[in-house]
């Protein structure tokens, strides 16, 4: 947590999302205005099928912008860029290539030497706890290995924003559980901007700096929410927690909205 | 020839039993339904080698007449004699040679103009209808053209060799294209995959199972391309040696070169498989 931490090339950068429209043939599918401040955690929640993904893909360089523009460290970007790495929600590994292998993939895309290749691979593995299984399949390793190679493999790349397509959505809650706290603790290391896409209430607010709750398709800001104590192990225990989680619910369309004082920002 | 069959045959059952097992009911049965089941696959390889055997050795004629049918024992010392010799061996070499330039080259060629088709609508829309015209000639067709052609019967053998062993795989390689995971695509070309990178990287090892399948598609159409042109325009080779061992009434030969024929195509089709399997060892079926 401590601020000498943070290296300078680690450090998250801004996202400025300028009232940007991304279309599918059949019609719009987001309309976003978002200011993402440099290593804060953000995270998109909305109903399912409202294109919350999309942001993230548009982001990625995965999906046109239609209109407006997406700018990351200030600089407008269209186009795959490195500094926005991915993690998928399903099986974004390469089949054949080890858990290591596909560390080093991504460190040579981004033209780390092959001689430095497997050092840097193992302790990036290292990091999310799975250097025993460094030369396993990905069909030998469990959905939560999986996704923990993923998580080090898109950290090769060493993003300056970290996107997240429902990356544990595909988890029991144990390991999501485990998969959580393995993303606070290289977040605290890192401090690399997040954009994280789930549906899970509890999640959001787990992990959150602020919540961005988003209307149907297209998706829309419908309310920013920012947590009170983002990150707090006794979070789930304060009256606040409670309150935030049924006030988003509400805004998704379950159950009353409180009559609380709004968090807009 | 019985002798090779029987000799070949512990060896089929050694990795077999591990499957048999499986299938088989628990102890109890014990120790002979055990033997019983190994033997399972001897069982009718014996028993045609002995119809074969009795039905030549009467010179059984109904409707279907074995009176010029050479049995096992004449094929079996036929074979031994043949592959003592190094002209037969020359034959064997010759054969081998044009069937792996010609299909060699149609994996190569198959490959490249599959991932062509696949993943650029200018080249589907420019070979795609040319494919799809010369693709139902069955290749044996172009024996005369072949013929007329090349300068040589060689060149011309390894020409039809190559046109039929071709689409097998590009088919194969234009299909895996589409079903390649987006996701894969997706995720390299966030770490930064330029798109050379994306097609060495990720399309090409991405392809392989389907590449393989068709390659051992293509492999069963070469030899019996090869072994027809050989026949019909060969100067060596095991096909044209058994075309005339047949023009020399020693019909003992044309079995064993049936039988030679066979066991070269059983071997270039293992030694596919082989190679499929090391190469897509990832595949969930596959053990590691």
């Known amino acids: 947590m401590s601020p000498a931490a943070i290296t300078t090339t680690d450090a998250g950068a801004p996202v400025d999302l300028d009232h940007i429209r991304i279309d599918y043939p059949d019609g719009p599918a987001a309309e976003v205005d978002l200011r993402v401040e440099p290593g804060e955690i953000v995270m998109l929640l909305g109903p399912s099928g409202c294109g919350k993904s999309t942001i993230l893909r548009a982001l990625a360089g995965l999906q046109p912008i239609a209109a407006g523009a997406a700018s990351i460290d200030g600089l407008v970007h269209n186009g795959p860029e490195a500094h926005c790495a991915m993690v998928f929600q399903e099986d974004a590994l390469l089949p054949w290539r080890t858990a290591r292998r596909n560390v080093e993939f991504a460190l040579a895309m981004r033209g780390v030497p092959r001689r430095e290749r497997k050092q840097l691979a193992l302790e990036l593995l290292d990091q999310v706890g799975l250097t025993p299984f460094a030369d396993h399949l990905p069909k030998e390793l469990s959905g939560g290995m999986r996704q923990r190679v993923q998580l080090a493999r898109t950290l090769a790349a060493e993003p300056r924003v970290l996107l997240m397509d429902e990356p544990f959505g595909a988890l029991d809650a144990q390991t999501r559980l485990d998969m959580q706290r393995l993303l606070i603790s290289v977040w605290q290391q890192r401090r690399t901007t997040v954009l994280f896409v789930t549906h899970d209430v509890e999640e959001a607010l787990l992990l959150a700096d602020r919540v961005v709750v988003l209307t149907p398709r297209p998706a829309r800001v419908a309310r920013i929410v920012a947590v009170a104590r983002p990150r707090d192990p006794d979070a789930q225990l304060q009256p606040e927690f409670a309150r935030q989680s049924k006030e988003i619910l509400a805004l998704l369309g379950h159950g009353q909205l409180p009559s609380t004082e709004d968090l807009k920002d | ?288």
């Open chain 2, 1 to 288: 020839m019985t002798t090779t069959q029987e000799r070949a045959l512990p060896a089929v059952e050694a990795a077999e039993v591990p499957l048999v097992e499986r299938v088989l009911p628990p102890p109890g049965g014990g120790r002979l339904a055990t033997v019983a089941a190994r033997s399972l696959p001897v069982v009718p390889i014996v028993g045609a080698v002995l119809a074969w055997h009795l039905l030549t050795w009467y010179d059984v004629i109904a409707w279907v007449r074995f009176d010029k049918i050479p049995g096992p024992l004449d094929v079996y010392h036929s074979l031994g004699a043949q592959l003592g010799t190094a002209e037969f061996r020359q034959h064997v070499v010759s054969s081998l040679r044009r069937i792996l330039s010609g299909f060699v080259l149609a994996g190569l060629v198959g490959v490249v103009v599959g991932i062509g088709i696949g993943r650029s609508k200018a080249v589907a829309a420019l070979l795609r209808p040319l494919i799809e015209i010369a693709r139902p000639i069955p290749a044996i067709a172009l024996v005369p053209l072949a013929i007329l052609l090349f300068p040589t019967s060689e060149q011309g053998i390894v020409f039809i060799t190559f046109f039929a062993a071709v689409f097998p795989v590009t088919v194969a390689t234009i299909h895996a294209m589409k079903t390649l995971p987006l996701v894969w695509m997706d995720a390299a070309s966030t770490l930064g995959a330029k798109r050379r990178q994306v097609l060495f990287h990720i399309v090409l090892p991405g392809a392989m199972p389907a590449i393989f399948s068709g390659l051992s598609v293509s492999m069963g159409v070469a030899w019996i391309c090869v072994i027809s042109a050989e026949m019909i325009s060969g100067q060596f080779g095991v096909g044209y040696w058994t075309w005339m061992s047949y023009s020399l009434l020693d019909y003992a030969g044309v079995v064993a070169g049936m039988l030679t024929i066979g066991a070269m195509g059983f071997t270039t089709s293992w030694l596919i498989e082989r190679l499929g399997r090391r190469v897509n060892r990832w595949l969930p079926g596959e053990a590691r």
